[in-house]
């Protein structure tokens, strides 16, 4: 692992805009017995929601990039609470995650090959299919029936998203809880709930 040695994606606008639904819908719902973050980055999302819920089992975040799981412990530390975070590809590495939330502030942009081969980390962190499409991955999991998600995406993950769960089940409902548009993309968080 370690793809971005000395690297974490820093929190941004579209990490505010996934913490503040985050902590919205956890104050309308409760009862999960785990909080995880895919691509927990500095752990700022994590750590904030570990700072203001304690009902949960356990806080699980995940990062593809070592030197940002590590850079999440640290910041939980030193804000006191419980995150356990672990390096691997989205949640490979967890077994038995049902009655979940899991939040992923996923990568927004689809790169070319040009902009994938641009040697700047903080560049290629943005791009969702910098290392196959994230955003697969996610599917992947979502067909498993385990969790609810809240997820930030750009348009075309949005309709990607839409596209693929339709004949998933169980059946789940998207609701658009955020939409933004910075820079040049429009970045939308939303809920996935089992129906």
């Not at 606008?13 to 956890?26: A, E, F, I, P, W």
């Not at 691509?39 to 700072?51: C, E, F, H, M």
């Not at 290629?124 to 385990?146: A, E, F, M, P, W």
């Not at 809240?150 to 658009?176: A, H, K, M, Q, W």
Request: aromatic residues 12%; proline residues 3%.
């Amino acid at each position: 692992m370690g793809y971005f040695p000395n690297f974490t994606y820093r929190p941004s606008d579209d990490t505010y805009q996934t913490l503040n639904v985050t902590l919205t819908v956890l104050k309308l719902r409760s009862g999960y017995d785990y909080f995880i973050e895919i691509g927990s980055g500095s752990g700022y999302i994590i750590t904030n929601v570990a700072k203001e819920f304690t009902s949960f089992r356990r806080f699980i975040a995940t990062d593809v990039n070592c030197t940002a799981v590590k850079e999440t412990t640290r910041y939980a530390e030193d804000e006191g609470v419980d995150v356990d975070a672990v390096c691997c590809n989205l949640a490979d590495c967890l077994r038995n995650i049902s009655n979940s939330i899991i939040v992923f502030n996923t990568p927004y942009l689809t790169c070319s090959n040009g902009e994938l081969s641009i040697s700047d980390p903080a560049y290629v962190s943005i791009c969702r299919n910098y290392r196959g499409d994230v955003l697969t991955g996610v599917v992947n999991i979502i067909k498993t029936g385990c969790c609810e998600f809240i997820l930030t995406v750009g348009n075309d993950g949005l309709e990607y998203l839409l596209s693929s769960i339709r004949g998933i089940r169980p059946l789940y409902f998207i609701d658009v809880l955020f939409n933004s548009h910075m820079f040049f993309e429009d970045v939308i968080t939303v809920h996935l709930t089992r129906i």
